[in-house]
C-alpha cells in the first residue's frame, strides 16, 4: 500500500504489489493445488526457511489473500491459513501460468496433466471471451488501452524484502519454474512486460513509464531477452533500437488479461488508471475466460483437476475441492 500522502497505485500496480514475489505465487498455487493452510505444509513442500515463509503469510493476510483461523491440535490452539475469495479467483491466472509453461518452457521435471472432468480427458487450455464466446483469443486480436492516469511506475514501494536469488524456486512437478519467476516472481519485471503490450518499445520509453533506474532496467530487459521473451531490434534510419515481443512472449497474454481483470475487479484505482482491453472481433470489453481444447466447453473451476504422479502425498490435486464458494460476481 501506498504511503499517506504518497499517490495510490492503479488497480493493477496494487494487484503487482500483492503477487509480485515468487514466494507469495507459490504459496497460493499449494494452497490451491494441495490445500496447504498450515505452517509446515508451505514449509515442507516449498523448502522455504521458517522466517521467510513467516513473512510472506503476514504479507498475504495482510493483502487479503489469506484468513487466519484458530483449529486445536491436541491441546493446543494454533492458527491455519484459508484462501480468501479474491484469491480463490486467482485459479484461471494460476492455470494460464501451467499452459504457457507446458507450451515454452523446457523442464527437467514435467508438469501436471489437467483433467477435465466434464469430458474426463486430459487437456490444455484456450484463452476465450466472454462476450461473444470466441475462442482461443490471442493478443493480436486484441486492443488495450489505458486511462490517462495510468501509471506502472507506482510499483516501487519500498521493498520489504530481499528480491529471491534465480535458480532457488523448487523444481518439482508443481512448482513454476525460474523462467517463469524472472516473469511473476519479481514486481517490475511484470510491469514491464505489461507495458510492452501496451506497444512501449524503446529502452528511453520503458524507464519513462516505469522510473526504474536505468542498470535496473539494463539487466530486465537482458534477461527478458535470454528468456526469448523480449527481442531487441536494430535501429533503421538513425533511429532508437527497440525491443519487441516475440512468439513466447506474445503467448504471456492470457496470464496478463487474468491479471488485468482480476486486478480491476478487486482493487479501487485512481480515476483515469484503468486498462481497457477490447476484443477487436466483436467490439467489446474482453472479459477473459479459459476454454478446455478438447471438447471446447467453458473450463469451471469445480470442474478440473491436476492429476500428480508420484508427486509427495501422492495426490491428485484439485483446483476446487474443499475451497470456499466463489463470491458473486462483481462486474
Request: hydrophobic share 45%; aromatic share 8%.
Amino acid at each position: 500500500m501506498a504511503a499517506s500522502g504518497e499517490p495510490r497505485p492503479s488497480a493493477i500496480g496494487q494487484a503487482l504489489l500483492a503477487l509480485g514475489d515468487q514466494w507469495a505465487l507459490l504459496i497460493l498455487q499449494r494452497a490451491l493445488l494441495t490445500h496447504a493452510r498450515r505452517f509446515a505444509q508451505w514449509r515442507d513442500q516449498l523448502g522455504m526457511s521458517e522466517s521467510v515463509l513467516a513473512a510472506r503469510i503476514k504479507e498475504l493476510v495482510a493483502g487479503g489473500l489469506l484468513r487466519p483461523q484458530p483449529y486445536r491440535d491436541g491441546g493446543r490452539t494454533r492458527t491455519e491459513y484459508l484462501l480468501t475469495p479474491q484469491a480463490i479467483e486467482l485459479w484461471p491466472l494460476l492455470t494460464a501460468i501451467w499452459s504457457w509453461e507446458r507450451e515454452w518452457v523446457e523442464r527437467p521435471v514435467g508438469l501436471p496433466d489437467l483433467v477435465h472432468d466434464v469430458c474426463a480427458r486430459t487437456t490444455d487450455v484456450d484463452l476465450g471471451c466472454q462476450a461473444c464466446g470466441a475462442a482461443p483469443v490471442t493478443a493480436r486480436e486484441t486492443d488495450t488501452q489505458r486511462g490517462a492516469g495510468s501509471a506502472f511506475g507506482l510499483v516501487a514501494v519500498a521493498r520489504h524484502h530481499r528480491r529471491t536469488a534465480r535458480g532457488r524456486v523448487p523444481r518439482d512437478a508443481l512448482s513454476y519454474f525460474p523462467d517463469t519467476m524472472e516473469i511473476l516472481g519479481d514486481r517490475w519485471s511484470t510491469a514491464l512486460l505489461a507495458v510492452a503490450f501496451l506497444r512501449v518499445r524503446r529502452f528511453a520509453d520503458f524507464q519513462t513509464e516505469l522510473g526504474m533506474a536505468p542498470s535496473v532496467l539494463s539487466d530486465r530487459l537482458r534477461r527478458f531477452c535470454d528468456l526469448g521473451v523480449l527481442e531487441p531490434r536494430a535501429p533503421v534510419a538513425g533511429g532508437r533500437a527497440e525491443y519487441r515481443l516475440t512468439e513466447k512472449g506474445l503467448a504471456f497474454f492470457p496470464v496478463l488479461a487474468f491479471l488485468v481483470d482480476w486486478a480491476q475487479r478487486w482493487y479501487p484505482g485512481p480515476a483515469g488508471s484503468g486498462v481497457a482491453i477490447t476484443h477487436r472481433a466483436c467490439g467489446k470489453p474482453f472479459v477473459p475466460y479459459l476454454r478446455c481444447r478438447t471438447c471446447e466447453t467453458p473450463l469451471e473451476r469445480a470442474q478440473v483437476h491436476f492429476a500428480v504422479e508420484g508427486a509427495e502425498g501422492a495426490h491428485s490435486a484439485t483446483t476446487a475441492v474443499q475451497l470456499p464458494p466463489a463470491p458473486a460476481a462483481t462486474r
